[in-house]
């Protein structure tokens, strides 16, 4: 028995009634405290839930009596995995023996499950950087693609209305070669924050490399997707750029179309991406959409009060 009792394992047996019959001393510790009856396996289990011992339970424990009670002689033998109070974490081993007996051994596995933790949260971290644009912290050109496939199966399954922009610096070279790549870094941060805090929850936007990004606007007409990308640009660039910069004129040009009934991918953005070149070739600061690709050219959108 002083094997058992130094093994730290937590070990119990209990006969037919589910009275017990031994427990060494670290089960007692963890389940018992200082309880001295009556000891059957319902006793102390409310024992442990009044004095924040044993198995964490988050709701009634006399609901979690009468879960557990049937379960307990189901089968020969069972394992899990279970949370103590106090933060500890046991692999249960229950072996119901010849004469009706259940012999348990609980092996503390608190290590494996703090690793098994610290093991997904790298691995989550490391998905969320293999999708995330490092400096404008938005969904990287690969994301905000997977982003625009999702709706566009969400509008031709809803029936809805999709919208999509993109959207690219004016003269953003100009700025690199003259203040430096950390300027121009600065002004890409800026018109990313400046976008976050102008577009509504739902809205979706990603760098698609470089100054160029890409917008997705579910649920919203020309119109309005106009209107938005219009919201963003009379907001840009803000007053967070460094000192050098603040006093320069920042605009974007911007390319919006609608989605269509057989749009995929390559369809919607070869529109909005037509868009966007008259947008550049038209003076820059403006938008313009991308309608049926059969039209020779996109046309204007001064019906919408575009900004030139």
């Known amino acids: 028995m ?23 001393k670290t089960y007692r510790v963890l389940f018992m405290g200082g309880y001295d009856g ?8 409310r024992y442990a839930d009044q004095n924040g011992l044993g198995v964490r339970i988050d709701d009634d424990i006399e609901a979690f009596i009468a879960r557990t009670l049937p379960r307990r002689r189901s089968v020969p033998r069972k394992a899990f995995e279970t949370d103590l109070v106090n933060g500890q974490w046991f692999w249960m081993e229950h072996t119901i023996l010849p004469n009706g007996w259940v012999l348990s051994i609980g092996s503390d596995i608190t290590a494996l499950k703090h690793n098994e933790k610290s093991l997904r949260q790298a691995h989550e971290a490391a998905l969320l950087a ?17 982003h625009l496939d999702e709706a566009l199966v969400a509008y031709s399954q809803s029936g809805s209305v999709l919208c999509v922009a993109l959207i690219d610096i004016d003269h953003f070279k100009a700025v690199n070669d003259t203040y430096g790549h950390d300027a121009g870094d600065a002004v890409l941060r800026r018109f990313a924050q400046g976008c976050r805090e ?6 979706l ?20 997707a106009v ?3 219009d919201a963003v640009r009379a907001g840009f660039p803000g007053d967070s750029l460094t000192d050098h910069l603040s ?11 609608e989605a269509l009934p057989h749009d995929d991918r390559s369809s919607i953005l070869y529109r909005a991406d037509r868009a966007l070149y ?10 313009r959409i991308g309608f049926e690709a059969k039209t020779s050219m996109p046309r204007k959108a001064s019906s919408l009060n575009t900004i030139k």
């Open 247 to 257: 006093e320069m004129r920042f605009t974007f040009s911007a390319g919006v179309t």
């Open 38 to 45: 009556p000891l059957t396996f319902a006793g102390i289990l």
């Open 205 to 224: 936007l990603g760098r698609m490399g470089g100054e160029e990004f890409l917008l997705v606007l579910p649920g919203v007409r020309l119109n309005d």
């Open 227 to 229: 209107r938005i990308v």
């Open 198 to 203: 102008r577009l509504r929850e739902q809205d």
């Open 130 to 146: 293999s999708r995330t644009d490092p400096l404008t912290d938005l969904p990287n050109r690969r994301h905000i693609l997977e």
């Open 278 to 287: 008259d947008a550049k070739a038209e003076g820059r600061n403006c938008t």
């Open 2 to 24: 002083g094997a058992l009792t130094d093994s730290g394992q937590a070990i119990s047996l209990y006969d037919a009634e589910d009275r017990l019959r031994y427990a060494n």
